[in-house]
């Protein structure tokens, strides 16, 4: 057996100025990451236009169930897309899915703006807007987590992977930046459009970028093309050495792993559905989603303007400003939680911030219903929800790292695309429900809905700390019974993608010796370097 942290590479010799192939391998990946910026800045883009008096009248004040409708609309179309996308990853190829991203994101834009023109429905064209965009958000959610995780060097792919929701929050911190500056200070229909319309060049990169974007080698191997394969590793893994000694145990690590998962018809959903292991692995994706979307954060996040009116701050120019500066704050806390996931675990962070989210929640309602009963205008309650917000987010969103990059590494490739599918699903179903909810929750009872998260971050803590219910579907002739069984949150630090595999096996995550040779290896003769050059990576 061998421990792949301890196998020379390329990257453990140079510095990182030298070593090209990662060079080009993190330009690659900065192009997702636009992509993410784009998302957290599109993402955070309507709680704050929201303070805007012409985005208010030239879409005809909504409030309520419109109000909801128009922020649950992107997760419900997001919701339909899913299957589409998840069919276009696994048989066409991980770049399509981003690639429509793009175009959803520059035709919904586009018609976006147009909403509030003279004669023109402004709330319907606006909402249809963010209906084209929501298709594409999925999309790119589903298939980016997918990319980030396959190409990235087994060295830093922990840390990537944790940071990838980290640009989203950089999209926010510019998306707050743009609105107080608009916002704050046009007063025409431009302070809304503006903010809206940077959205255009983005999407433009993004669709021009993503061509130079390779294919991930798992996806290569699982299509039969194992010279592509292994040139990707070589070069962008090994800088160029087709025998360092890291990229050959890679390539036999993913050939292996999924030649397996290919003699087991492991991407069937009916076989998915008969391992306990897969069950495990979508059920732990659909508890990273609970913990995500429904602890209370899509209040701040969608609504903060009406969670800062609940105690007389209702100034644009000082609810632009604090969200400005709030964005900024938990940019710099979920980069702090990427630091410290290198040393401790998943399960770990997230048992220790969740006290905290629920202490926050509980502190918000009790400043909030404070300046509701004062008989004056209480200053000090005002001062002390801006405070806990910055609290909450600031704790939530160090819990991000994990919430968003779990639901990918913890799948076998021949699943990946569908867990992300029941990722997708669920996290979409729960989303348009929050949102729309939330909205009409706020406008009813205020301040006093924030007591309905208490008990559902408790139990997220509880399921967390104990143990997850799997629900596993079991066939005897003709019927189906369910049965249940414990499960834990399996510890993912410190391993490849194909050892986590083994771990929800049973197995012992190290790779067992197998007798696979990398292309022009493979007939018994010497490798074929110029092959392996010449087929290059499409």
């Not at 987010?393 to 994990?402: D, E, H, K, T, Y």
């Not at 189906?480 to 194909?498: A, H």
């Amino acid at each position: 057996m061998s421990d792949w942290r301890t196998i020379s590479n390329a990257s453990d010799r140079l510095k990182w100025y030298q070593n090209k192939g990662q060079l080009k391998l993190n330009f690659f990946l900065s192009i997702i990451f636009v992509g993410m910026v784009l998302n957290g800045y599109d993402g955070s883009l309507v709680s704050g236009l929201q303070a805007s008096d012409a985005w208010q009248a030239d879409l005809g004040y909504p409030d309520g169930v419109r109000l909801g409708l128009l922020n649950a609309i992107g997760s419900i179309s997001g919701l339909f897309v899913g299957p589409i996308i998840t069919y276009i990853d696994e048989n066409l190829g991980r770049r399509w899915g981003i690639r429509f991203y793009g175009y959803t994101m520059l035709i919904g834009s586009v018609i976006g703006c147009i909403a509030g023109v003279s004669g023109a429905n402004g709330y319907g064209l606006f909402v249809a807007g963010r209906a084209i965009i929501g298709l594409g958000l999925a999309s790119f959610l589903m298939t980016s987590l997918i990319v980030v995780q396959e190409i990235t060097h087994p060295r830093s792919r922990e840390a990537i992977a944790a940071s990838w929701d980290s640009y989203w929050i950089l999209g926010s911190v510019i998306a707050a930046w743009v609105n107080f500056g608009c916002v704050g200070f046009i007063t025409s229909s431009w302070s809304w459009r503006i903010p809206y319309i940077i959205q255009v060049p983005f999407a433009l990169y993004i669709l021009i970028a993503v061509q130079f974007v390779p294919e991930t080698p798992r996806f290569l191997l699982a299509r039969g093309r194992d010279a592509e394969a292994y040139a990707f590793l070589v070069e962008y893994h090994g800088n160029g050495d087709v025998d360092d000694p890291l990229v050959r145990f890679e390539f036999k690590e993913m050939k292996e792993a999924i030649r397996t998962e290919q003699a087991a018809k492991a991407e069937k959903w009916s076989t998915i559905l008969k391992k306990r292991s897969n069950l495990h692995r979508l059920g732990l994706a659909a508890l990273m989603v609970f913990l995500t979307n429904l602890s209370g954060s899509s209040i701040i996040y969608f609504y903060y303007t009406t969670v800062f009116d609940l105690v007389g701050i209702t100034d644009a120019t000082t609810q632009t400003g604090i969200q400005a500066g709030l964005s900024m704050f938990t940019w710099f806390c979920q980069i702090a939680a990427v630091y410290v996931g290198k040393y401790v675990g998943r399960r770990k962070i997230l048992l220790f911030i969740w006290p905290t989210l629920l202490l926050s929640l509980v502190g918000l309602c009790v400043s909030s219903g404070v300046f509701a009963n004062a008989s004056e205008n209480n200053n000090r309650a005002g001062v002390a929800t801006v405070a806990l917000v910055w609290i909450y987010l600031g704790f939530f969103n160090a819990s991000n790292p994990v919430l968003y990059s779990y639901p990918a590494e913890v799948q076998t490739f021949s699943m990946r695309s569908k867990g992300l599918l029941v990722w997708n699903t669920v996290s979409q179903l729960m989303s348009a429900y929050v949102t729309w909810v939330d909205a009409i929750a706020l406008d009813a009872i205020g301040y006093k809905y924030y007591i309905v998260y208490m008990p559902l971050v408790v139990i997220q803590w509880v399921l967390v700390y104990f143990c997850k219910s799997s629900l596993s579907i079991n066939q005897n002739m003709w019927n189906y019974y369910l049965t249940y069984r414990f499960i834990d949150m399996v510890e993912t630090k410190g391993y490849t993608l194909e050892e986590i595999a083994t771990v929800f096996d049973g197995k012992n995550p190290s790779l067992t010796s197998v007798d696979i040779l990398p292309p022009g290896e493979q007939q018994g003769g010497e490798a074929d370097d110029s092959k392996s050059r010449e087929d290059g990576v499409e």
